[in-house]
Structures are given as structure tokens and as C-alpha cells.
């Protein structure tokens, strides 16, 4: 990929992140809960993918696990944080899958959601820095 195209896949990305960030955050405070987490997932994908894309130079491959991209860039990660983002991960397949939507519902409490949120916002700007 020539240095044009690295630069512009970063920024589909991160511009990506920051709208799907925007949109978690409004969706928290409309109380549609899971729907926040799911873009919260979104959000922390496409940041992570930016990375890829900036570290090895190629496009980042077809994965939603987070765990794994963040292990693609080599990231320092504590096991707390290793926890949250295989956590987070999930929201993007409750999010998906209706089977799977109806107990994530009943999981995505305000407290929960807003735990989730502020963690996936730490984490998010935590990675944003590394761009």
C-alpha cells in the first residue's frame, strides 16, 4: 500500500471511530442502551483498526475481536484491559444476533451500559493517542 493510501485508510478509520464514538455516547443518553455498547464495540474496532493499518502497513483484516487487533500492533495491555475488550467484543455479536439481542437487553442496565460506556471511552481515546 504507497504512503497516499495508508494515510487514507488511517483516516476512513479514525474518522469512522470518532462518528460511530458520537453516536454511542448520544445513544447512551437516549437510554437505548444496548445499541450504545454495540457502537461502542464499533468504536474501539475501528480505532484499533487504524492502528493496523499504520503499524504493518496494510489493510487490517476481517475480524471483530479485539483482543486479537490489539495483539497485531502489540499493544501493552494489562489483563484488566484484555478482559474489557474481550468483554466488549461481545457487544458487537449481542448486538448482531437476534437469539442473542433479547438476554443482552436484559443485561445492558443503565449502570452496566454506563460502566461499559466510560470504559470503551477510556480505551478509545487511550488508543487514539497512539495514531
Known amino acids: 500500500m504507497s504512503k497516499d493510501n495508508i494515510r487514507k485508510v488511517m483516516e476512513y478509520w479514525q474518522e469512522s471511530a470518532e462518528q460511530d464514538f458520537k453516536i454511542a455516547e448520544y445513544l447512551l443518553k437516549g437510554k437505548k442502551y444496548s445499541a450504545s455498547l454495540f457502537f461502542c464495540h464499533l468504536m474501539i474496532e475501528k480505532i484499533l483498526k487504524a492502528l493496523v493499518v499504520k503499524k504493518t502497513k496494510k489493510h487490517s483484516p476481517y475480524t471483530h475481536k479485539l483482543v486479537n487487533l490489539a495483539k497485531i500492533v502489540n499493544l501493552k495491555l494489562t489483563n484488566e484491559q484484555i478482559d474489557d475488550l474481550t468483554t466488549i467484543t461481545e457487544f458487537n455479536i ?17 449502570e452496566y451500559s454506563d460502566k ?3 470504559i470503551s471511552k477510556n480505551l478509545y481515546f487511550d488508543f487514539k493517542k497512539q495514531l
Do not use: L, P, V
Open 94 to 110: 449481542a448486538g448482531r444476533y437476534d437469539e442473542i439481542k433479547f438476554s443482552f437487553y436484559k443485561k445492558c442496565t443503565k
Open 116 to 118: 461499559y460506556f466510560k
